[in-house]
């Protein structure tokens, strides 16, 4: 194993590994009760998008860790699966077998892409400035949400955003906050494991001892025990229309899911790269034809398997910053997903706040790509900027980069720098236009 992985070139042993990969699995649970709450809302059982989303998380990420040998987490994306939901089946009035077989044909399609290397073209074709900018981007984005999930920021109609206030969730939020950092500061191995099980623990007295959580989580207590067993449902399994999904008026649909997983993936994937230094002696990413081969598969199976696409997670870099280098940690990871098909309740004992520390220090530990941009440089200062914060604002990792991408060209060719430009970001452009207007 140390061989395979060759733990001594990256620096790493098997003990930093696993502790990797359960960091990165703690920071990435909250997918097997978020993605089936949301693909649900289309009219798919729960508990068979519940035991989807576990076999695509552990299957897919276990494949990243095995092949490509990078500490990365697949699992059903994020934004996508509101996309799948909300937008396809609720919006169009689409099927949901025949939405299935929508994601299964861009999987296929992305198969073909990454065996032919236009996926690597793709990801290479990125400017480096923009690749830094996007890590930054996603650092914000991954504090955001964590912020979020703290309730440290809420929804305001006026200002579309605001704090939160000092009550008994914010309170509880920044002690584990202030904890985990002093963890992370003194360079305690498990830092942000120990910050977590700190602050759930910390949870325990909200709407039982004191305060009350009822109007910003909808319980007077954020934790809660539901149980230890549940059987896996695999109703969902091959319940897709492969016919039906061919249709003329599904093209788009599955257009959609092809280049919004594309960007969604690319910019992760770099962005985290870039971020963590797991480049090549090019300083390209890592293992990328592998890695973006195993985004390809994970898309088809979530379509075989009952859910939304599969994707690269932003999260992985918690993991990441816990000393995660190599594929160990992805099949770490992977395999503490597999116990949930029969102990999800479990995960019902962490709550949102719990992870929302772990989740802003990840921002930070992110943020340190922004000091390769060059910020006296307009033509490349202003798109990396526009990916930066358009990342977080919008709530989306492919707005950031398809406008850092297009603003890139522009500026480009408008300076006389044409020669910077390459025909593969020309068409890169053209696509991300095109997802804009679809």
């Not at 650092?139 to 006026?158: C, M, Q, R, S, W």
């Not at 997903?337 to 220090?361: D, E, G």
């Not at 490349?380 to 890139?408: D, H, M, N, R």
Request: overall charge negative.
């Amino acid at each position: 194993m140390q061989n395979y992985f060759a733990f001594d070139k990256h620096q790493t042993n098997f003990k930093t590994e696993i502790i990797a990969g359960i960091t990165s699995f703690l920071a990435t649970m909250y997918i097997i009760v978020v993605n089936p709450a949301i693909v649900s809302a289309a009219g798919l059982p729960f508990s068979g998008v519940l035991t989807a989303t576990i076999l695509v998380s552990a299957f897919s990420s276990i494949m990243m860790g095995l092949y490509a040998k990078n500490p990365i987490v697949i699992a059903p994306g994020m934004g996508i699966n509101a996309f799948f939901a909300y937008t396809v089946v609720l919006g169009m009035g689409v099927k949901w077998e025949v939405a299935l077989g929508a994601v299964f044909w861009s999987g296929i399609v992305f198969l073909i892409l990454s065996i032919f290397n236009v996926r690597t073209a793709v990801a290479l074709a990125i400017p480096k400035q923009i690749r830094s900018a996007v890590a930054a981007g996603i650092g914000l984005f991954i504090t955001f949400i964590g912020l979020e999930n703290a309730k440290f920021v809420v929804a305001n109609p006026a200002t579309l955003v605001s704090f939160g206030g000092l009550n008994t969730i914010t309170i509880t939020f920044l002690i584990g906050l202030i904890v985990t950092s002093f963890l992370v500061m003194k360079n305690i191995k498990g830092a942000l494991i120990i910050g977590i099980v700190f602050t759930t623990v910390l949870s325990i007295p909200i709407g039982r001892v004191w305060g009350d959580a009822t109007e910003l989580f909808g319980s007077a207590t954020i934790v809660s025990w539901n149980g230890i067993f549940s059987s896996p449902d695999f109703s969902l399994l091959f319940q897709l229309d492969l016919i039906g999904s061919l249709a003329l008026s599904i093209i788009p649909v599955i257009f959609v899911f092809l280049f919004t997983d594309l960007f969604d993936s690319l910019s992760t994937f770099i962005g985290v790269a870039e971020a963590a230094d797991l480049k090549d002696e090019d300083g390209e990413p890592r293992n990328i034809k592998e890695s973006l081969l195993t985004d390809a598969v994970s898309t088809t199976i979530s379509g075989l398997l009952g859910t939304s696409a599969g994707t690269s997670y932003i999260e992985s870099a918690a993991g990441i910053k816990e000393g995660g280098r190599t594929g160990l940690t992805a099949i770490v990871a992977g395999l503490c997903f597999l116990p949930f098909m029969f102990f999800s309740p479990i995960l019902s004992v962490v709550p949102s706040i719990a992870t929302a520390p772990a989740l802003v220090l990840v921002g930070v530990f992110m943020m340190n790509p922004v000091s390769k941009i060059e910020w006296l440089k307009y033509d490349e200062a202003i798109p990396a900027f526009l990916a930066i914060i358009l990342i977080p604002v919008t709530y989306s990792i492919t707005q950031g980069i398809v406008w850092g991408l297009i603003t890139w060209t522009l500026l480009k060719i408008l300076s006389g720098k044409k020669e910077e430009v390459s025909l593969t970001l020309i068409i890169v452009d053209i696509f991300a236009i095109a997802v804009l207007l679809v």
